[in-house]
């Protein structure tokens, strides 16, 4: 019975001080070290910050799961061929001053979306994807977003933006009209532009 105390018999004291060294560890590098490390970064000049509509957009962006398919982080050619696919330059920490939360995401689904408004800056596009990819990208696996448009018989009202769809999925008789959403989420595609050059507001 009087067997000398092994090291592995533990006791609450050592429980407690072990998981709080490996806590405190933990947070010194994932949250700390960070922290100090970006803390200078400051946004490149050429970035510009988001209007209210394209935060509303951005919140849309989020709601929908767009990141669950869409990263916004194009990576170094070391690692992926991202620029050869037209994604653009890899971004660095001062592309993201204006990100509260990221949207970094961690799948590639579909294309990354970093520099769309660059890539794509059809306002019309983007309206009709987001309506049926389908009728843009045949045989796509994105899902279509009926609920941000209105489909009625009849004219518009003036002031409302009308989505021209392709010919094969217009209807004669019938206009889609894009909600308030549907626009501040194109918006904000259209604001995802990081196209200036690497680097130019990061203090080396
Ligand atoms: C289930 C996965 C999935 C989800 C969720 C998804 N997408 Fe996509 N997306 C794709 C795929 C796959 C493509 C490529 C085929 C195409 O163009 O439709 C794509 C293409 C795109 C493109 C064109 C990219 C390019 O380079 O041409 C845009 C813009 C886009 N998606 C925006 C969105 C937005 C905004 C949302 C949320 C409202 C969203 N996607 C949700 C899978 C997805």
Redesign the pocket.
């Known amino acids: 019975m009087n067997a000398k105390a092994n090291v592995w018999d533990m006791d609450e004291l050592r429980l407690i001080t072990g998981a709080m060294v490996i806590l405190g560890g933990a947070t010194g590098i994932l949250v700390v070290m960070p922290y100090l490390l970006l803390q200078n970064v400051t946004p490149p000049a050429a970035l510009k910050p988001y209007t209210n509509e394209q935060l509303v957009g951005r919140q849309?962006?989020i709601a929908?799961?767009?990141v669950?398919?869409?990263s916004q982080q194009p990576r170094d050619t070391k690692q992926a061929p991202d620029a050869k696919r037209?994604?653009g330059r890899p971004t660095v920490a001062g592309d993201y001053a204006y990100d509260t939360p990221h949207l970094l995401g961690t799948?590639r689904?579909?294309?990354?979306?970093m520099n769309?408004g660059a890539?794509?800056p059809s306002k019309d596009w983007?309206l009709g994807?987001?309506y049926q990819?389908?009728a843009?990208?045949p045989g796509?696996?994105?899902?279509s977003?009926p609920y941000?448009f209105e489909v009625r018989k009849g004219q518009p009202k003036p002031g409302e933006t009308v989505v021209n769809l392709p010919p094969a999925l217009a209807k004669p008789d019938e206009v889609v009209v894009a909600k308030p959403e549907a626009l501040a989420?194109v918006s904000y595609?259209l604001s995802l532009d990081r196209t200036y050059p690497a680097l130019a507001g990061e203090k080396r």
């Open positions: 849309s962006y929908n799961g767009c669950y398919c869409h037209g994604w799948m689904t579909g294309p990354d979306l769309i890539r794509q983007h994807h987001l990819p389908r843009y990208t796509s696996i994105m899902p977003y941000l989420l595609l």
